[in-house]
């Protein structure tokens, strides 16, 4: 599927100083399709699985409902927002008596490669939805997205930040009802913005976001190590070097590490390079030599054998195996 990527340069945004900070910083974002729909009761859509893509909703009319296998149905009214991070598919419908339609048997309207419009439904009261999925670029995304729940649905506003998002959806919607030429094109990047926020409001308020991962960033010590091995994941770190960035010695290093982050530092060192590496693999036409040097190995063969040990398949199949 074609991507829209965000044309925004972070360099130009002062950077965190803390860990966490700056790793949400390098965070690039790429929008599959986003859909504006116009709809009217009775309706209802199954939205397929997507996976490796966040999945998001937002009500600027009326009102929906969203059903998740194995989770209680969430409404959605004007100025809410649900995020589904692990793009599991759903059921987005205007009362939980109506049978959903499969999305792609709907009468979808491709405006642009990356924005389609729906009008359906059966006559009864308007609900108008903004609905999208995005993909996060940054290989360092895959363990923030472990980390979320499968629906972040937030609907109460009172915070700075929580008013910050409300103001975005508000122009979200005002950008939905004008139009106007390049609506589409400000909707999308408002999306973009209004999933970063989302995140960032879950990561201000859940207690999960203390542990793992997330919470190996925001430790002293272990922080600024995983910030070295994402800043220059083609240095030969080693434990010992690693521990010395973090002013420990490698003993209690590697066993902090292991304790906060899950797994030990070089096992986390090969696996962001090969998730970097299939980034560049799926979004551009590097080759495989490069690749390998560019991530710190001597030889393509080496290089291979790590990318398969990790992802369980060749980088040459990997790459076959990409949508065009």
């Known amino acids: 599927m074609p991507e829209n990527k965000s044309t925004c340069n972070p360099s130009c945004i002062p950077l965190s100083t803390d860990p966490l900070g700056q790793t949400l910083h390098s965070f690039r974002m790429s929008g599959l399709v986003y859909a504006k729909s116009s709809l009217s009761a009775p309706w209802g859509a199954a939205m397929p699985p997507m996976p490796g893509c966040l999945l998001f909703h937002v009500v600027t009319a009326g009102q929906c409902l969203i059903q998740l296998p194995d989770q209680p149905i969430i409404s959605l009214t004007p100025g809410q927002f649900a995020l589904i991070p692990h793009g599991l598919g759903h059921n987005i419908l205007s009362d939980p008596d109506t049978p959903p339609i499969p999305f792609f048997d709907l009468p979808v309207q491709q405006i642009t490669p ?27 995304a895959t363990d923030l997205v472990k980390q ?12 700075t930040d929580a008013e910050a998002m409300h103001a975005t959806l508000r122009l979200i919607a005002a950008e939905a009802e004008a139009q106007q030429p390049g609506g589409d094109t400000i909707i999308t990047r408002l999306a973009d913005i209004l999933v970063i926020q989302a995140i960032r409001r879950w990561l201000d308020q859940s207690p999960e976001a203390q542990s793992g991962w997330l919470g190996a960033l ?10 070295n091995i994402h800043n220059n994941p083609a240095q030969n770190w080693t434990v010992e070097s690693l521990a010395k960035s973090a002013h420990m010695s490698r003993s209690a290093f590697a066993a902090r590490f292991m304790q906060t982050v899950g797994e030990s530092p070089l096992k986390y060192l090969t696996r962001y390079r090969m998730h970097t590496a299939a980034t560049w693999l799926r979004d551009s036409d590097i080759s495989l030599i490069d690749c390998a040097l560019k991530l710190g190995y001597t030889s393509e063969a080496a290089f291979s054998r790590a990318f398969k040990r990790t992802l369980n398949q060749s980088p040459g199949l990997y790459r076959s195996n990409q949508p065009i």
């Not at 939805?129 to 670029?137: S, T, Y």
């Not at 979320?148 to 009172?158: A, D, F, K, V």
């Open 114 to 140: 990356h924005y389609e419009i729906l009008n359906y439904g059966g006559g009864g009261e308007h609900t108008s939805l903004i609905c999208g999925a995005v993909r996060f670029d940054n290989p360092a």
């Open 148 to 159: 979320l729940p499968n629906i972040i649905h937030l609907e109460t506003w009172g915070t």
């Open 218 to 227: 925001k430790d002293e010590r272990i922080g600024p190590a995983i910030l």
